[in-house]
């Protein structure tokens, strides 16, 4: 079993919905048996991770770590299994995870008052029909034209 000691990403990169933790000496060790081995950046040096779905991208990447001669290799995909390393990120990630939620829920809420305004711009039309306010009608439509033109 191995512990993950230490896990802070040299930076941090988010592309959209991408987010890339890149690690570097000193920023990344596990524990194995009781010895601490550190990361060393010879192969993936960066977890990839999706923050829609939450899943990690690059599970086939090898990450590699070393104790003075002594080196192992292993995928990220195993990594994940035999240790607390998505403990480790869960912590790192949930500041983006929370915001991508965020930004949904934004986008969610103006496509809903978005909604909101046509439906009530099709009742003053309505109501423009109803009492045969020609120029009234006329204005309205001409609105709704140019909103869906917008959108």
């Known amino acids: 079993m191995l512990t993950i000691k230490m896990m802070k990403p ?16 000193q920023y990344f060790s596990v524990i194995k048996g ?9 192969e993936a040096n960066e ?3 999706d923050l829609k779905t939450k899943q990690i991208e ?9 104790r003075g ?10 990594l994940l299994q035999i240790s ?3 403990d480790h990120l869960k ?9 991508v939620k965020s930004e949904e829920e934004e ?3 103006c496509e809903e008052i978005l909604l909101l305004e046509k439906q009530n711009l099709h009742r003053l039309i309505d109501k423009a029909l109803l009492k045969g306010n020609r120029e009234q009608f006329m204005e309205l439509t001409d609105l709704l034209k140019l909103e869906e033109a917008a959108h």
Do not use: M, W
Not at 69 to 78: A, E, G, K, S, V
């Open 69 to 78: 001669t002594r080196i192992f290799r292993i995928p990220l995909f195993q």
């Open 58 to 66: 690059n599970l086939t990447d090898i990450f590699v770590f070393q």
């Open 10 to 25: 040299f930076y941090t990169l988010q592309e959209g919905n991408d987010l890339k933790l890149v690690f570097a000496y």
């Open 91 to 99: 912590s790192i990630v949930s500041f983006y995870v929370q915001q």
């Open 34 to 42: 009781k010895e601490v081995y550190q990361f060393i950046p010879v």
């Open 107 to 109: 986008e969610a809420v």
């Open 84 to 86: 607390d390393l998505v």
């Open 47 to 49: 977890i990839r991770i």
